[in-house]
């Protein structure tokens, strides 16, 4: 499924080019960068981060973006009567992202791209990275206040490479077009 979401979002950006014509809704003339400043729950590990994410619009229907997240929650647990924490220290990643507009105001989208989280088990007194590199691919909406401003909430699933569980994270932010 990941790889088919994959193809679909690379195939979009290359063609995306050929598609531009200045009378187009592909058109990238009126391309517009974003940022967005919100919060990030990470569901499997129960942590989360203040997440920002920088993009551009290239058209109505394509963005490419980045987003950094640092971790403000962490998780405490406890096994056999020893005490730990799960820390949710940064994450990084990229996506395309492709967008449907419904309405003036409201649009859904799916993204796709790769990442790295990074988080670390503390129990006992000995502390292990548990977090790593992902494919990463989700859904969301966003509604548009106005031109320039938005409420953006969003799911992402986080398929970490070496045969680590996948984790779900929700994000609700606040978007700025410049």
């Keep these: 499924m990941r790889k088919i979401i994959l193809l679909a979002a690379a195939a979009a950006a290359v063609s995306a080019p050929a ?5 187009s809704p592909w058109s990238m003339d009126n391309a517009r960068g974003y940022g967005s400043l919100g919060y ?8 989360g981060a203040v997440q920002g994410r920088m993009g551009i619009e290239l058209n109505r229907y394509l963005a490419v973006e980045t987003e950094v ?7 405490d647990f406890s096994i056999l009567g020893a005490e730990g924490t799960l820390k949710h ?3 990084a990643a990229g996506y395309v992202v492709g967008k449907i507009p419904v309405g003036q105001n409201f649009e859904v989208f799916a993204r796709g ?13 000995v502390t ?11 859904a969301g909406a966003e509604f548009k ?27 609700v932010s606040y978007v700025r077009r410049f």
Excluded at 19 to 23: I, P
Excluded at 146 to 164: K, L, S, V, Y
Aim: proline share 0%.
């Design 113 to 125: 791209g790769y990442g790295h989280t990074e988080m670390k088990r503390e129990i006992a007194g």
């Design 40 to 47: 990030s729950y990470l569901e499997d590990a129960y942590t």
């Design 145 to 171: 206040m106005n031109e320039d401003n938005g409420i953006r909430a969003d799911w992402t699933r986080r398929d970490f490479r070496d045969d680590r569980e996948s984790g779900d994270a929700y994000s």
């Design 128 to 138: 292990t990275d548990v977090g790593g590199d992902h494919w990463s691919y989700g």
């Design 19 to 23: 598609m531009a014509q200045s009378t």
């Design 69 to 75: 997240g640092v971790g403000v929650k962490d998780k």
């Design 89 to 91: 220290e940064w994450d």
